[in-house]
């Protein structure tokens, strides 16, 4: 196991002198070369578990530990755990190549080895040009690349981002993320990622973190997240949902048959508690086809063209469902009040219990 | 922004252009022409020709070298001393969360608002012959006479320590802004890959801060230079340059030698005036990013937070000590001969100088709507206006807030003791000085806050139909109000304190508060000059506060601290 934290708390106080609890408990475990992301919104305490991991808050209760050692109380330059900043933290007074030297004069190698070693990297990524540039001289993606590099070239036992890509433009930050996805998994790197963004911890991920009012949501692969949510919390900040309340008609052997304003399903029992008799079915707006054979009539109630997609909100038996169709233009794209029949693909649709 | 699309600008708007003409024919009159004068005078000899004569004396005669070394001297010590002071506490309020962080701040910003002498008085209290430590502590019960090991609280040493107590401040606000601007990013990453914080400190923070430390040096170094007060009354033997200058002109009545001193105060001062100019229009060296800095954190080790504390606390501790003890000095009956308590010394104080304390209220009100009314108007011209000499007009504006005291006093001796204007012996004289010495400190406030109040704004009101004068009156002005005031209050405190300047323009018939608790500091009445000190800083104080809370009161939420 390369990182572990039990029941992580931190309380801070707040300038009126009330305590606040940024994070509640949190325990997870990071295997090997693993990248996991910590997802959630802003104040669900995920960058604050991050700085915990990396020393730069103290934890009020709880333990860290990396590579079996506990680090809990360990100041940040004794970890070994070097972070990837939202501000990019370069420093400015350093060239380039100071800057991605920095680390590793930190730990004693000598001036003429760090080069080499800064080098190779750099080449790797690409970067050997700019290695006597000065920072400020660099365009954002290239300042991130520099500070992917600066904690790279260390060896770091476990990396660490914070919100990383959050400062780039959107076309810079698909790109930085597909980057570092290869890099990481090119040196099988052990990695914790924060951010806000929901496509990049799909993209990134080998299992997202949900987190929500300091407490762990979800933890899971992005597929299973994404389909089999825990909640309505995580079905909604992981994409779009629409929440259906259905009565329980039927359970067999690992199925369930639901009733609800969108008639009558069959669908794979998530574990609802035994003897539920309401269940809350989530929709995805790309599970729901207007593509007709469908037994529901439903109404146009709006029509948003994307270009790649289009977007209605269909009235069915009293609710509103927001749909998704891809490639628009091969089946046309709907008129505002016109009527269509809607059918719900039963294997993209997932039901929590009532409370849940 | 060519010559020729300003001129077109001005043609669409004569009061401006008006407006114009007036501030630069002010300027011209109370803050160039006196600094001519000086000029001139260097230059001039006996029969009116020119002459090199008045300046070769400061390369030749030991009473001009002198001095001019020793200001050098001191000037450097108080630079370093006084940025170590400041760094020191600016690190404690920005990078270690202390305890009582407000109370800190307030208490290491103390010296700027007292009158510049008061920690003088209170070392000569301290340890002056008759000193508490020197006398009653060391001699009476310890057996020790300092005095007899060569000690002396008059000269180099006294003058380094009051000084550096007195111009701490400045480094103090000048490096909290630095430290603060600094991304704590910077320094966390620098942990995250290993260095330590002590590492960290000396190859990230200290090098980020260096240009604050720079510039902290060199202001300080000018503070120190353009002192009066401190070294009139602490120098002893040790003349510096702007004592010196004083003395020629009041005592040897030698106008030119005076302006020749004066001259070599002014020409480090204007130095490190034009390198600010230059510098604030390159890019900042700093980097500040969209997060607010993080306060206390990891930076610091236990150890160090206890170290930092613990000297801040002795510094600040310092300063009370100092004001507190001009307190005590004041109700001590006869300092050095009798301790016995008691209020006389107001009294007698008072009864001396009631004229004199009077003076200096009036003619602080009266020079600050002067200092106020000129602020605005440049600043919004500076701002908002496009007209030809702008640059100019700001440059000169903020100019005798960088001149010396001393040579803007012999300036104003020198121009307007002679005709076409003769104002000397009068209040006007008085009250032009102090309200164009102060007039910058409204002007950078009224600036600062023009250039937060998004033109929009205007335009807006513009845009619905309201004449200029009137998009002035009810919008730009109560925006401005806020920070108009409060640096108006700062003008006012400056006006009541001010010396270095005045004292060469104060006359029998107006004289004022300060030059009076010198007169009695330089007749050895302590006790006396200790309650006049009191009474000033008490006005002062209830000023202050009295606008701090009526400000909170009329612009709830919108009143920007000094």
């Not at chain 1, 991130?144 to 076309?171: C, G, H, I, W």
């Not at chain 1, 891809?326 to 039901?351: C, D, F, K, Q, T």
């Not at chain 2, 024919?25 to 001519?36: N, T």
């Not at chain 2, 007899?148 to 550096?164: C, K, N, P, R, W």
């Amino acid at each position: 196991m390369s990182v572990r934290l039990s029941n992580l708390v931190k309380e801070f106080t707040d300038p009126r002198g009330k305590k606040v609890r940024a994070v509640a408990g949190v325990s997870l475990e990071v295997s090997e070369g693993e990248l996991v992301t910590l997802l959630g919104p802003s104040g669900c305490g995920k960058t604050t578990t991050l700085r915990m991991v990396a020393g730069f808050e103290e934890p009020t209760a709880g333990e860290i530990s990396i590579h079996g050692r506990d680090v809990t109380r360990e100041p940040p330059h004794r970890r070994n755990t070097p972070m990837v900043f939202q501000s990019y933290a370069l420093f400015p007074h350093l060239s380039v190549r100071e800057n991605a030297a920095f680390g590793l004069l930190q730990k004693g190698v000598e001036k003429s080895a760090a080069r080499g070693r800064v080098d190779a990297m750099a080449e790797a990524m690409g970067l050997l040009d700019l290695l006597d540039r000065s920072p400020h001289q660099l365009s954002g993606g290239q300042q991130q690349r520099v500070a992917l590099l600066r904690a790279l070239v260390t060896e770091p036992k476990v990396l660490l981002f914070d919100e990383p890509l959050s400062n780039l433009d959107a076309q810079m930050r698909v790109a930085m993320r597909e980057e570092i996805r290869r890099v990481l998994r090119k040196h099988a790197i052990t990695a914790i990622y924060v951010t806000h963004d929901q496509d990049e911890a799909m993209v990134l991920s080998d299992r997202i973190v949900v987190m929500e009012k300091g407490r762990v949501a979800q933890v899971g692969a992005p597929r299973e997240v994404y389909a089999r949510p825990a909640s309505r919390f995580v079905a909604s900040f992981l994409g779009e949902a629409s929440f259906v309340p259905c009565e329980v008609r039927h359970r067999g052997a690992g199925s369930l048959v639901l009733d609800g304003p969108l008639g009558a399903m069959a669908i794979a029992d998530p574990g609802l508690p035994r003897g539920a008799l309401r269940a809350t079915l989530v929709v995805r707006p790309e599970s729901v086809s207007l593509a007709g054979g469908g037994s529901l009539p439903g109404r146009v109630r709006s029509t948003s063209y994307l270009g790649h997609e289009a977007r209605y909100e269909v009235a069915v038996n009293g609710l509103v469902l927001p749909v998704r169709v891809a490639n628009p233009l091969v089946g046309g794209i709907l008129a505002e009040g016109a009527e269509v029949s809607v059918s719900i693909e039963p294997r993209a649709v997932h039901a929590l219990a009532e409370d849940q | 922004m060519s010559l020729r699309s300003d001129i077109h600008a001005l043609r669409r708007e004569p009061w401006v252009a008006l407006t114009v003409a007036v501030v630069f024919a002010v300027l011209a009159l109370f803050v160039a022409y006196p600094l001519l004068r000086v000029c001139v005078a260097c230059v001039t000899g006996a029969d009116g020709g020119f002459t090199s004569e008045h300046l070769s004396r400061l390369f030749t005669r030991w009473h001009f070298v002198r001095p001019i070394l020793n200001s050098l001297l001191l000037g450097s010590i108080v630079a370093v001393c006084g940025t170590a002071v400041g760094f020191l506490l600016a690190f404690a309020v920005t990078r270690t969360n202390p305890p009582l962080r407000g109370t800190l701040r307030r208490l290491a910003t103390l010296p700027i608002i007292a009158p510049p002498f008061v920690i003088a008085l209170s070392a000569i209290l301290l340890f002056g012959r008759n000193g508490i430590v020197v006398r009653d502590l060391l001699l009476e019960r310890g057996g020790v006479d300092l005095y007899a090991h060569g000690f002396d609280i008059y000269g180099l040493g006294g003058l380094a320590l009051v000084e550096t107590l007195s111009y701490f401040p400045t480094a103090f606000l000048l490096l909290a802004g630095v430290l603060a601007a600094i991304d704590p990013s910077l320094e966390e990453a620098a942990m995250s890959l290993g260095a330590s914080r002590l590492r960290t400190f000396v190859k990230v923070t200290l090098p980020l801060a260096a240009p604050g430390l720079f510039a902290s040096l060199l202001l300080i170094f000018i503070e120190s230079l353009a002192d009066f007060g401190n070294p009139l009354i602490l120098g002893g033997r040790f003349n510096v340059l702007s004592v010196q200058a004083y003395l020629q002109i009041t005592g040897n009545d030698d106008q030119a030698g005076g302006s020749a001193l004066a001259l070599v105060l002014l020409v480090p001062s204007l130095l490190v005036y034009a390198l600010q100019a230059a510098l604030l229009e390159r890019r900042s060296f700093v980097t500040v990013t969209g997060k607010p800095a993080r306060l206390g954190g990891v930076s610091v080790s236990g150890t160090g937070r206890a170290v930092v504390g613990v000297s801040s606390a002795l510094i600040v501790g310092a300063v009370v000590l100092f004001y507190g003890l001009v307190l005590y000095g004041s109700l001590v009956t006869l300092w050095g001969v009798d301790g016995t308590l008691t209020l006389s010394n107001f009294k007698s104080a008072f009864a001396i100088s009631r004229r004199d304390v009077w003076d200096s209220v009036l003619l602080a009100a009266l020079s600050t709507p002067v200092s106020a009314i000129f602020a605005l108007v440049a600043a919004y011209l500076i701002e908002r206006k496009r007209f030809p000499g702008r640059r100019a007009m700001e440059l000169l504006s903020m100019l005798t807030f960088a001149v010396p005291g001393t040579v803007v006093g012999i300036g104003y001796v020198l121009a307007f003791s002679r005709p076409p204007l003769v104002l000397t012996g009068t209040a006007a004289i008085i009250v032009a000085l102090l309200g164009f010495r102060n007039a910058p400190v409204g002007m950078k406030a009224a600036s600062s806050a023009l250039k937060q109040i998004d033109k929009s704004l205007e335009e807006a009101a513009a845009n619905l139909g309201a004449p200029p004068w009137r998009t002035f009156a009810r919008v730009t002005l109560p925006l401005l109000a806020p920070a108009l005031f409060s640096s108006l209050t700062y003008s006012f405190v400056r006006a009541m304190t001010a010396v270095s300047a005045v004292i060469f323009v104060v006359s029998g018939s107006w004289n004022l508060l300060t030059v009076a608790i010198l007169g009695f500091v330089e007749s050895s009445e302590l006790s006396r000059a200790a309650a006049l000190s009191v009474i000033l800083v008490a006005i002062v104080l209830a000023v202050f506060e009295g606008m701090r809370l009526a400000l909170r009161r009329a612009f709830p939420g919108r009143f920007s601290e000094v």
